[in-house]
């Protein structure tokens, strides 16, 4: 299937700031909507981010000022730049992609990356 790889987590203190990237292999048609969701122990997946394929983005609340969603097609990557981060932000991120995979038909397919973690000290 379509490979999705995360990068760029890690250790920061609050304050801080981290650079996400997210690239997608080109086995596709089009990507629809991609972004972030973030996950913490003992807790459910939440969006963080996305952005569409018109440049349409949302935020959650919680991160609003502080993350930057963009995108590079040329590249096939997304990116989460992350400042003033908060040791609430301790999550593993994940990577998400709304694929279509043939310009022959509409439907599109959720695929998810491995997850890179991203732990702020206090």
């Known amino acids: 299937q379509v490979q999705v790889a995360e990068s760029g987590g890690g250790l920061v203190q609050a304050g801080g700031s981290l650079r996400l990237s997210c690239a997608v292999s080109e086995s596709y048609f089009s990507i629809t909507v991609i972004g972030w969701y973030r996950q913490a122990p003992g807790k459910q997946r939440d969006l963080v981010a996305d952005i569409s394929s018109g440049g349409s983005t949302n935020y959650a609340d919680s991160v609003k000022g502080r993350f930057t969603i963009s995108r590079d097609n040329a590249k096939s990557t997304v990116y989460l730049q992350m400042n003033n981060l908060k040791p609430e932000d301790t999550a593993v991120y994940y990577c998400?992609?709304?694929?279509?995979?043939?310009?022959?038909?509409?439907?599109?397919?959720?695929?998810w990356g491995q997850g890179t973690q991203v732990t702020v000290s206090s």
């Open positions: 998400h992609a709304d694929i279509r995979l043939d310009e022959r038909n509409v439907r599109t397919y959720r695929y």
